[in-house]
């Protein structure tokens, strides 16, 4: 995958699940290229946890490049405010990774609130506690998950909660 189209991409389970930061991080000149290769690479499902929803240009990127796309808005370093929510968003992405879907999830720089979601279905879905979970995101994608709140959600949905 091209970082300069796709910054900090990495497969966390090979060929099905991934993070990234912001493909394109939103430039006009290359975000067609950002989503076509995501798509090449064998991403179906580009889920983002930016503040706000992609804009027109974007979304229709990702259309084009045959992508279902899933929005969940967490702001900057933050962690999200319905929590259930959260949960049942893991959870619905595992059940489309289960039915086959390679998922990409980001967010602006690939590492806070991506890395709670990866550390968070890890600890899920993959069958890791959360410090392992934790752990082994950072082995594969360092400086993975940036605040406290962001390891507390991870240890609040490893234990089947909300």
Request: aromatic share 8%; hydrophobic share 45%; glycine share 12%.
């Amino acid at each position: 995958m091209d970082p300069n189209f796709v910054p900090n991409f990495s497969w966390v389970l090979s060929g099905r699940l991934a993070g990234s930061g912001m493909p394109a991080r939103g430039s006009k000149i290359f975000v067609k290229a950002a989503y076509e290769g995501l798509a090449a690479e064998g991403v179906r499902l580009v889920v983002s946890l930016l503040g706000e929803p992609p804009a027109g240009y974007i979304q229709r990127a990702i259309t084009e490049a045959g992508l279902d796309s899933l929005h969940f808005p967490i702001v900057d370093l933050g962690t999200p405010q319905d929590v259930e929510a959260f949960a049942a968003l893991i959870d619905q992405v595992h059940e489309r990774i289960t039915e086959g879907t390679p998922t990409l999830v980001h967010c602006y720089a690939g590492i806070g609130r991506a890395g709670m979601f990866l550390a968070a279905y890890l600890a899920r879905h993959g069958g890791f506690g959360p410090d392992a979970a934790i752990a082994e995101l950072r082995r594969l994608r360092p400086s993975s998950i940036e605040t406290h709140g962001q390891v507390d959600i991870i240890r609040r949905l490893a234990k089947g909660g909300p």
